[in-house]
Nanobody, 122 residues
């Protein structure tokens, strides 16, 4: 089945931007919806955003709406998360996950990447 690897995390100042990437291997990502989740330090993992297999449908958590943008390039087997106007509360380990069909519930996802750390300093 498809395997996922995140990259692009790092340390950024508040107000800055980062772009995370989720690369798929072993099989095409084209038939999967892909979501980003994040786990802030000491907190539960939470939904951030999800994109349908075609890219035509996206959903965002209220906390990131208007600041984050999810996109995908099926030809490259990649999904991206553009994060602008970052805040210290965006600090978390960010994970991408895939499944057949859109869902916001992390328990519905069986395919996960290893995560990438994003740290936003104030």
């Amino acid at each position: 089945q498809v395997q996922l690897v995140e990259s692009g995390g790092g340390l950024v100042q508040a107000g800055g931007s980062l772009r995370l990437s989720c690369a798929a291997s072993r099989r095409t990502l084209g038939s999967y919806a892909v979501a980003w989740f994040r786990q802030p330090p000491g907190k539960e993992r939470e939904f951030v955003t999800v994109i349908s297999w075609s890219g035509s449908t996206t959903y965002y958590a209220d906390s990131v709406k208007g600041r984050f943008t999810i996109s995908r390039d099926n030809a490259k087997n990649m999904v991206y998360l553009q994060m602008n106007s970052l805040k210290p509360e965006d600090t978390a380990v960010y994970y991408c996950a895939a499944r057949i069909g859109l869902h916001r519930d992390q328990n519905q996802y069986e395919i996960w990447g290893q995560g990438t750390q994003v740290t936003v300093s104030s």
